[in-house]
Every structure is written in structure tokens, then in C-alpha cells.
């Protein structure tokens, strides 16, 4: 009795094993691999097809099938084919992830060719290229390769948004620095574009604002009327009197004068050009775009010369020169032997007006590389700027003074360095004759400016 019971079990268990072999090997997977072997991949498809509906854990079926979407250019079919057979089993991963690879180097290689042929007079290829980049990413959609080639496409043709957004998702897919260097680089010339087309729209009217603004107590009468053109009229104080006041009806404005010197700018209500601003927060936003952009390589080993100079230049033109000089401030800290950083931020120092530490800066830039000539004159204009500042302050206080001299005495020795190393360079004569000028050596100041103006004739 027991010996007969097993002999039905063992029976049953064979019955079983059989069966599930049969409901394997479908009549539309046999079909479909007899389909195959006779290149017939349409055929193979459709049973295929049929075959993982009614039997979606056959890893193989989803396999060949997605072979077939690849062969056919239906590479989202064969990722989500290949996908599918992947979350079943590991079989076939190494032959996947080849066909993946050599579809996506394939259009990649092709797009790039196209690439290399397009211009203004072959546009047709930065399409082209474009078609083969994009079956290069659907054949593999997460290689930040792949979105940087699709950025220089777009870029080349002048789809600026489009490249931007290109580089953006190989960043972020891949931290490809490139392409954070690209689309930096692209905020910012769209800033800059914005921001000229605001100076180019409204020149007349900024020109007026810079002019207003450098008239100044103790302005001579002469400059005053060389930056704001003709008084509408002028009114004569008390006879015997040298005072008399310049009125400007555009500018709802009177100048005060005495003995030639201004002493008083009076409006009699605001000045309002009327200037359309939007174009250049326009810019701002790009700039703003840009530096979010860059501190995003923060902490990675991306912060070379280049991404540090492109964030230099966005905070500049952002109006953010504080937060320029602590990124500038941090990168000499870590590398006090550049030079180039060292100039870099003692620029900055003298835009924000701390001749000081800008001082400091170059002296160390030029102590690193004696033969670094921008350095030394930076070092020597620092300090001609310096005493203008402080001469200026004085004028407007009304408090003459000659504690300006000793900054264009510190700059002189540096200028004059700087004129036997650059010869030929006009603005180093100029800024020479006007500090032998202030310094009352006038023969040597006529010798300078002479020289500037035959260095200027002779170009």
C-alpha cells in the first residue's frame, strides 16, 4: 500500500513537471524564436508581444523582445523590454547593458560628425546631429554625456534656453563640470546682453545721471558746463561779487558758483529721466541664475580658476562685490601662492574702496612674480587713487589739504617701474603725467603727456 502511494506521487510529480514545461514553452515563444532564426523579426515581435501578456515573468521573451525594439531604433521599447526582464532576473545583463552602450556610442559618434559640419550655412546639421543625440539618450537615458553634446547643439545654433537646459541636466545627472561651466558661462552672456541692451536703450539718460553726479562742491565752472552742456541761463549775484548760479531747466537744477568753484547743487525737484529698468533686472536675474549655479560645485573638486572667475564676474556685475571679495578671500586662503587671485582681489578691495587691503594685495601678488607688471601698476594706481579720493574729500568739505600728496608720492616710484617695463603703453604715461602734476614736477609732467599723445598718434 505504501509502496503504491509513492508510486502515484512520483507519477503526479512528473505530470506536474511536464505540464509546467509545456505552459513554458508556449506555441508564440517557440513560434517567436523559430521567427528569429529565420529573420523574421516583425513575426517575432508580434508573438512575442503576445507571449509576455500572457506570461510576464518570462525573462527571456522580455529579453529577445527588447533585442527586436533595438534593432527596429525603439529604444524606449528596448529599455522598457530590457527593464522588465532585468527585474526578474540577472541573466542577461552584461548582453543588455552591451546593446545599451554600443546603440548609445553609436548615435553618439554620428550626432557628433553631424555636428562637426554644421554652421550659419549648413544649419541642417545641428538638427541632424540633434535627432542622432536624441536616440543616443533614449538608448541610455541617464549618461550626462549624452545632455552635454545635446547642449553644444543647441548652443552652436544659438537655442541658448534650450543649451541651458541641455547642461543643467548633465549636471545634475552626472556632475559633469563642463557643463556646469557651460551653462554659467550661458546665464551670464545673457545677462550681459540684457544689460547692454538697458545702457544701449537708455545712454542718453544714464550719461545725465553720471554727469549730475560728478558735479561736486569745488568743481571748477568749466567742468561743470563741459559735463552738462549750457546753463538755460545764468543769474549774477551782488555787483563786485564773483557769484552767480548756473540753471539748468532740464535737469530742475541750479549750480551754485563762487570764484569759479561750485559751492551748492540745488534741485528743485527730483530729476527723474523716466529710464524703463526691466531689461537690466532682467540681467540681474541671469547673473543671480549663474552664481546659484556655481556655488552648486561648492565642496567638489570643481572650484578651479575658471568656475572662480566666472562667479567673480557674475557677482560684479550683480552688484554683489562684498560677496566677490569673500569668495576671492577664501580661495587666497587656500592657495596664498597665486598670484592671479591675489590681483583679483585686490581689485576688488579698491572697488569697494579699501585701498589699504588692496595695497597689501598687490604688493603680494608682485612679491610672488617680480616680473608681473600688472601688479605693479595696479600697486601704483591704488595709491594715485587713493590721493584723488582723499583730495576730493577734502574739496567737499571745504578743508584743503595736502595729506594727498604722500599717496601720489608711495605711487610714483611704482609708475614710473612700470613705464620703463611698458613703453609703448599710453595709459601709464598718462597716469604718470598727471601724478608728476599733482607733485608740481611740471617738466616731467609735459614729457609724459607728450609721449602718451605720440604713442596715441602713432596708432
Known amino acids: 500500500m505504501k509502496s503504491t502511494t509513492i508510486l502515484l506521487m512520483l507519477v503526479v510529480l512528473v505530470v506536474l513537471v511536464t505540464f509546467q514545461g509545456f505552459q513554458c514553452a508556449s506555441s508564440e515563444f517557440t513560434g517567436a524564436k523559430l521567427a528569429i532564426q529565420?529573420?523574421?523579426l516583425?513575426?517575432?515581435?508580434?508573438l512575442l508581444e503576445i507571449e509576455v501578456q500572457k506570461n510576464p515573468t518570462n525573462e527571456e521573451a522580455w529579453f529577445l523582445l527588447g533585442g527586436i525594439r533595438s534593432e527596429e531604433g525603439n529604444f524606449v521599447g528596448m529599455n522598457q523590454a530590457y527593464g522588465e526582464?532585468?527585474?526578474?532576473?540577472?541573466?542577461?545583463?552584461?548582453?543588455i547593458k552591451g546593446t545599451r552602450y554600443n546603440r548609445w556610442a553609436f548615435h553618439l559618434n554620428r550626432g557628433a560628425g553631424y555636428l562637426e559640419r554644421a554652421s550659419p550655412e549648413s544649419s541642417m546639421f545641428f538638427d541632424q546631429s540633434l535627432e542622432e543625440f536624441t536616440k543616443a539618450r533614449e538608448a541610455w537615458p541617464d549618461t550626462s554625456l549624452t545632455y552635454r553634446y545635446i547642449g553644444y547643439a543647441y548652443n552652436n545654433n544659438s537655442r541658448y534656453a534650450q543649451a541651458i537646459d541641455a547642461f543643467r541636466t548633465a549636471w545634475d545627472k552626472g556632475?559633469?563640470?563642463?557643463?556646469?561651466?557651460?551653462?554659467a558661462r550661458l546665464y551670464i552672456y545673457q545677462?550681459?546682453?540684457q544689460k547692454n541692451a538697458f545702457e544701449s536703450d537708455n545712454a542718453d539718460k544714464l550719461k545725465n545721471l553720471k554727469n549730475l553726479q560728478g558735479v561736486r562742491r569745488n568743481n571748477r565752472k568749466s567742468d561743470v558746463i563741459a559735463a552738462l552742456g549750457a546753463p538755460d541761463r545764468i543769474t549774477r549775484g551782488p555787483r563786485g561779487s564773483k557769484k552767480e548760479d548756473?540753471?539748468?531747466n532740464r535737469f530742475n537744477l541750479t549750480v551754485s558758483i563762487d570764484d569759479d568753484k561750485v559751492t551748492r547743487k540745488t534741485f528743485s525737484k527730483p530729476y527723474n529721466p523716466s529710464i524703463d529698468s526691466s531689461k537690466y533686472h532682467g540681467a540681474l536675474v541671469e547673473y543671480e541664475k549663474a552664481i546659484q549655479l556655481l556655488l552648486e560645485s561648492k565642496g567638489l573638486a570643481t572650484r578651479d580658476s575658471e568656475t572662480l572667475s566666472m562667479l567673480?564676474?557674475?557677482y560684479v556685475q550683480a552688484n554683489r562685490i562684498q560677496e566677490a571679495i569673500a569668495e576671492y578671500e577664501r580661495a587666497v586662503e587656500l592657495n596664498p601662492g597665486d598670484k592671479?587671485?591675489?590681483?583679483?582681489?585686490g581689485v576688488l578691495y579698491r572697488s569697494a574702496g579699501d585701498y589699504e587691503k588692496a595695497v597689501a594685495r598687490f604688493s603680494e601678488a608682485y612679491a610672488l612674480d617680480p616680473a608681473y607688471t600688472d601688479a605693479l601698476f595696479d600697486l601704483g594706481a591704488t595709491y594715485y587713487n587713493w590721493g584723488v579720493d582723499m583730495m576730493r574729500l577734502a574739496d567737499e568739505k571745504g578743508e584743503p589739504s595736502m595729506a594727498h600728496k604722500e599717496k601720489f608720492k608711495l605711487a610714483l616710484p611704482h609708475i614710473e617701474k612700470v613705464s620703463e617695463l611698458k613703453p609703448d603703453d599710453i595709459q601709464v604715461w598718462e597716469t604718470l603725467g598727471t601724478i608728476y602734476a599733482q607733485l608740481g614736477m611740471q617738466e616731467k609732467a609735459l614729457a609724459a603727456f607728450d609721449r602718451a599723445d605720440k604713442l596715441r598718434a602713432g596708432n
Not at 516583425?42 to 508580434?46: D, F, I, L, P, V
Not at 532585468?86 to 552584461?94: A, D, R, Y
Open 312 to 314: 567673480l564676474t557674475a
Open 85 to 95: 526582464a532585468l527585474k526578474i532576473s540577472q541573466k542577461h545583463v552584461t548582453e
Open 246 to 248: 548756473l540753471i539748468y
Open 191 to 193: 545677462g550681459d546682453q
Open 42 to 46: 516583425t513575426e517575432a515581435k508580434r
Open 340 to 345: 592671479q587671485n591675489q590681483f583679483i582681489l
Open 175 to 183: 556632475k559633469d563640470v563642463e557643463s556646469l561651466k557651460r551653462a
Open 38 to 40: 529565420q529573420q523574421n
